[in-house]
């Protein structure tokens, strides 16, 4: 499914990503990239430094891009497992997220992801498995 720069800005405002300071910058062919940049509130229990629940959601968030970047039109996925290694504490003020689909059998699609700082330093990464399910998310 292509996602256009329109549906992007539009999903982008829901409140979650709001909140926790998330943006998905694009979306295809079985790839995403998505920017954190942690609300200070979220930054605990040390400042400047994201709790590791943003961060897996950044990684699940991201991942859910990418497979649905992949899926027919009223398809959508849902999170089974995610598996993820924190490599480095995560201290910076932006951090870049890239997932790509791995591999799909029949109703589950199988996806990495990593996180990096602004120097290209890996903080960590990811792997999961997602159900593929029959939800029109532009429909709502």
């Not at 926790?20 to 990239?33: P, Q, V």
């Not at 924190?86 to 990495?112: E, L, M, N, Q």
Request: net charge neutral; glycine share 6%; hydrophobic share 40%.
């Amino acid at each position: 499914m292509e996602i256009s720069t329109a549906i992007l800005d539009k999903l982008n405002t829901n409140s979650l990503y709001q909140t926790l300071g998330i943006r998905i910058e694009a979306a295809e062919d079985g790839k995403a990239r998505s920017r954190l940049i942690p609300q200070p509130a979220l930054c605990w229990p040390f400042p400047e430094q994201p709790h590791g629940g943003v961060l897996f959601t950044l990684i699940d968030t991201t991942m859910a891009w990418a497979i649905w970047s992949q899926l027919d039109p009223g398809f959508n996925c849902t999170t089974v497992n995610i598996d993820i290694h924190y490599i480095r504490p995560a201290k910076s003020d932006v951090f870049v997220c890239t997932a790509w689909s791995t591999h799909k059998t029949g109703r589950s699609s199988f996806v990495r992801a990593d996180i990096h700082n602004p120097n290209g330093e890996l903080i960590a990464m990811g792997q999961g498995t997602f159900r593929i399910i029959s939800v029109d998310l532009l429909k709502r």
